[in-house]
């Protein structure tokens, strides 16, 4: 937690001998705008500059892990390259943007043997599961033909909190939704789902509060739900789309 907090911190170069970003080194840093980590650097720690004012993030190639949440919560987030070297992104339980609600741009170097990267979501290939999306133009397609030919599940929280999200276009492979993966978009008022046969929801997936208590009006009170003709009567039997 180097510089956890620091308030003055404006700009940092990272010297060639470092090659860990430890767990909330740059922890809400509220003045560093921009940072290139450089491929001497190969891991990134779980929320390695989260809450911090970044608006732009260029990771270069060489870096192979990065944590958590590593930049998640950074509200003025909008541009992210990210490395063909990477080979893990996040964690089982979350990726690496969660609450970065006006992200608008994230790359990938090209080549990379398990990740993709398309339109609004970040895919994990060797699963099928889009681990980050993200969406500040209303609409949320998810990804080109390719991307949404290898889509089978939206991973834990993978649109949490991006609450300028109004409308999400789930592709018709998904199989499942994972816990709390639209939690917290508030600004969500249609969800078309092509999926003939409703995918399984895990907790909480449309909550709409952060809070324990959530007094939040039913997902059908609250959006428009479309879906394929011919599957109204199973959307409308099935937990959690009813």
């Not at 060797?126 to 390719?146: A, K, L, V």
């Not at 997936?205 to 479309?226: A, G, H, M, T, W």
Request: aromatic share 10%; glycine share 8%; with cysteine.
């Amino acid at each position: 937690m180097a510089f956890s907090s620091c308030n003055s911190l404006y700009s940092i170069d990272i010297p060639d001998s470092v090659t860990t970003i430890d767990r909330c080194a740059f922890y809400c840093c509220s003045s560093l705008k921009e940072i290139v980590i450089p491929g001497n650097v190969k891991k990134i720690g779980h929320d390695a500059f989260r809450a911090s004012a970044l608006e732009r993030v260029v990771v270069q190639e060489g870096v192979e892990s990065i944590g958590s949440s590593a930049f998640g919560s950074c509200r003025e987030l909008r541009s992210v390259s990210l490395p063909a070297s990477v080979r893990t992104l996040g964690s089982e339980y979350s990726g690496i943007f969660t609450q970065s609600r006006l992200l608008e741009r994230v790359t990938m170097g090209k080549g990379n043997e398990r990740y993709y990267c398309s339109a609004y979501v970040l895919i994990d290939k060797e699963n099928g599961t889009i681990i980050d999306g993200w969406g500040t133009m209303g609409e949320c397609y998810i990804g080109n033909s390719f991307a949404r030919s290898i889509v089978k599940k939206i991973g834990r929280h993978a649109f949490y909190g991006h609450d300028l999200l109004a409308i999400v276009v789930i592709p018709e492979n998904v199989e499942e939704i994972e816990y709390k993966a639209f939690s917290g978009c508030k600004g969500l008022r249609v969800i078309e789902c092509e999926a003939k046969v409703p995918p399984v929801l895990g907790t909480d997936v449309f909550k709409l509060n952060y809070s324990r208590i959530d007094r939040s009006l039913p997902l059908q009170e609250r959006v428009v739900l479309v879906v394929p003709a011919g599957s109204l009567e199973a959307y409308r039997n099935a937990p959690g789309w009813k």
